[in-house]
Nanobody, 128 residues
Framework: EVQLVESGGGLVQAGGSLRRSCAASGFTFDNYAIGWFRQVPGKEREGISCISSSDGGTYYADSVKGRFTISSDNAKNTVYLQMNSLKPEDTAVYYC?????????????????????WGQGTQVTVSS
């Protein structure tokens, strides 16, 4: 059974930090890019970061660049999203997702259509 289990959400004050974890099981982790998305009620889900399975290359949306860092521990089949300098506008439900990545494709995608499996989503609330 494929599972992406997220942890590390919650409530934090502006300027604070949180670390999200996404633990994967049930598929060959090394063949999948992992992405982080977030969604605010009434808005489309936004791809904010991803990490490539082929070369470890990363992507960050402009809204989080310089504040968030994605990393992967392949031995633990887990991807992390370190979120620093959090702002109230970062408040959202955060999801991790896994998308199969062809060996000749070094780029992970920020588009949700490229992802096959999704975590349950966890609320992150940043108070001002």
């Amino acid at each position: 059974e494929v599972q992406l289990v997220e942890s590390g959400g919650g409530l934090v004050q502006a300027g604070g930090s949180l670390r999200r974890s996404c633990a994967a099981s049930g598929f060959t982790f090394d063949n999948y890019a992992i992405g982080w998305f977030r969604q605010v009620p009434g808005k489309e889900r936004e791809g904010i970061s991803c990490i490539s399975s082929s070369d470890g290359g990363t992507y960050y949306a402009d809204s989080v660049k310089g504040r968030f860092t994605i990393s992967s521990d392949n031995a633990k089949n887990t991807v992390y999203l370190q979120m620093n300098s959090l702002k109230p506008e970062d408040t959202a439900v955060y999801y991790c997702a896994a998308g199969f990545q062809s060996p000749w494709n070094n780029d992970c995608s920020e588009y949700e259509s490229e992802y096959d499996y999704w975590g349950q989503g966890t609320q992150v609330t940043v108070s001002s």
